[in-house]
């Protein structure tokens, strides 16, 4: 099946610096990828809509300076947290639709993110 | 507006036995698609099966079947022989095309857990 490699899976940062986190589908072209926060024993949230070539779509509530979300080709998307701060200490996950597939979505292991 | 909902927090199957996996969803736009997720512990999440509003049969992957009633709005996930790798978190997702564009919700989760 579709397969998207997330990376990296595991980040440990100090308070007030930036981490990439970038998100490739394989064997397909994703026109849209998505960003998602997942907390503790909760369920997907969804962060934004990651367009190609065209700036992201973010998810009311969501600080777009913050999370900074690139789309600069077919098989790549990253997200950018600036001025990391231990609240943003998550585990974030980005998932990749295939057009080809029915739009289903496939997701990324994950990055667990730890900010000290 | 769209709204995923999970009632069963956990859940307990004793091994090679079926377990089904409660979902209702609601949405005003004829056209969308279910999906079911599986989250181990290691946080990938893991596409199941896919079924169309528009399908006339249930999806069936494998020993995954979704119980699809589209009047009573319930996409029931079905696993049978269940087996201890069946043991994570799953999630019941929808995407409605007019009104949620590719924008997939997600349920709350049940986490289910399998006997030997």
């Known amino acids: 099946g579709a397969v998207v490699s997330q990376h990296p899976s595991r980040v440990i940062c100090k308070s007030g610096t930036s981490v990439k986190i970038e998100c490739r589908s394989l064997d397909f072209q994703a026109t849209t990828m998505f960003w998602y926060r997942q907390f503790p024993k909760k369920s997907l949230m969804l962060m934004a809509t990651?367009?190609?070539?065209?700036?992201?779509?973010?998810e009311q509530g969501v600080e777009k300076d913050k999370f900074l979300i690139n789309h600069a080709s077919l098989t790549l998307s990253t997200l950018t947290v600036t001025s990391a701060h231990p609240e943003d200490s998550s585990f974030y996950i980005c998932?990749?639709?295939?057009?080809?597939?029915?739009?289903?979505?496939?997701f990324g292991a994950g990055t667990r993110l730890s900010v000290l | 507006a769209q709204k995923i909902t999970q009632t069963q927090p956990g859940m307990f199957v004793q091994e090679k036995e079926a377990v089904t996996l409660d979902c209702t969803y609601d949405?005003?736009?004829?056209?969308?698609?279910l999906f079911w997720y599986k989250q181990p512990s290691s946080g990938e999440m893991i596409f199941l099966i896919y079924?169309?509003?528009?399908?006339?049969q249930n999806a069936t992957e494998g020993r995954y079947s979704l119980n699809f009633q589209k009047a009573r709005k319930s996409a029931n996930l079905v696993i049978s022989a269940s087996q201890l790798g069946d043991s994570a978190m799953y999630f019941c997702a929808m995407r409605a095309i007019n009104t949620g564009g590719f924008k997939t919700i997600f349920g709350a989760g049940t986490r289910l857990f399998v006997k030997a």
């Open positions: 949405t005003s736009d004829p056209s969308y698609g």
């Open positions: 998932s990749a639709r295939d057009p080809n597939a029915k739009n289903i979505q496939y």
């Open positions: 990651s367009n190609e070539g065209s700036k992201a779509t973010y």
């Open positions: 079924q169309g509003s528009y399908d006339q």
